[in-house]
């Protein structure tokens, strides 16, 4: 029974910062690479940031610079720490597990200006 459940969304003014957690269940998270997505209302689900198993990263050219992806292998859970804020990062964030054959459920982030 795997599952990723998100937490830490929330309303935040541009600027702001914003930190969110996936808890991962089920035995597999220290073998499965994470990610998070991210969904604005009428668009597509678009990747945000990635980790492997052993620590390494990468980005979307969007948040560059201000969004850290990281993973406690001893607590199963990944974080995202969003900074600097923007209105457009406004949308549902989704945790992934794996190539993306496991997700959770989202998490609201809203920016308002």
């Known amino acids: 029974q795997v599952q990723l459940v998100e937490s830490g969304g929330g309303l935040v003014q541009a600027g702001g910062s914003l930190r969110l957690s996936c808890a991962a269940s089920?035995?597999?998270?220290?073998?499965?690479?994470m990610a998070w997505y991210r969904q604005a209302p009428g668009k597509e689900r678009d990747f945000v940031a990635r980790?492997?198993?052993?620590?390494?990263?990468n980005y979307a050219d969007s948040v560059k610079g201000r969004f850290t992806i990281s993973r406690d292998n001893a607590k199963n859970t990944v974080y995202l720490q969003m900074n600097s804020l923007r209105p457009e990062d406004t949308a549902v964030y989704y945790c992934?597990?794996?190539?993306?054959?496991?997700w959770g459920q989202g998490t609201q982030v809203t920016v308002s200006s």
């Open positions: 980790i492997t198993i052993y620590g390494l990263t």
């Open positions: 089920g035995g597999i998270f220290r073998f499965n690479p």
């Open positions: 992934t597990a794996g190539n993306n054959d496991y």
